[in-house]
């Protein structure tokens, strides 16, 4: 959930670790790297807070930017209820580039 902390302008992203501190992840050691992959409608591209360049969009790639030996973003947009081969076969690349 992210939220707007009172009297504050900055985004506070509010989440909770206990899900993997009880699955024994070494929380204090030595930082992992995330990969953010969404997949979304395509009627949604264009949405100024979800879309292709809307404000979450954005945020997340200022992030990318700031860290990007621990953080890769992508968004992949398909016009039916599936993810089509060449969009698995996209989503596949970023995974494993990132791995790599």
Request: hydrophobic share 40%; glycine share 4%; charged share 30%.
């Amino acid at each position: 959930m992210i939220a707007c902390a009172p009297g504050a302008r900055k985004l506070v992203h509010k989440f909770s670790l206990a899900p993997l501190e009880a699955n024994r992840v070494d929380l204090k050691g030595k930082p992992w790297p995330v990969q953010v992959l969404q997949i979304k409608r395509e009627h949604d591209r264009a949405h100024p807070v979800d879309g292709m360049n809307g404000r979450k969009a954005m945020a997340l790639r200022r992030w990318e930017d700031l860290n990007p030996d621990r953080l890769r973003y992508q968004m992949i947009f398909t016009d039916t209820n599936t993810v089509t081969a060449d969009q698995m076969q996209e989503a596949r690349r970023f995974i494993e580039e990132t791995a790599t």
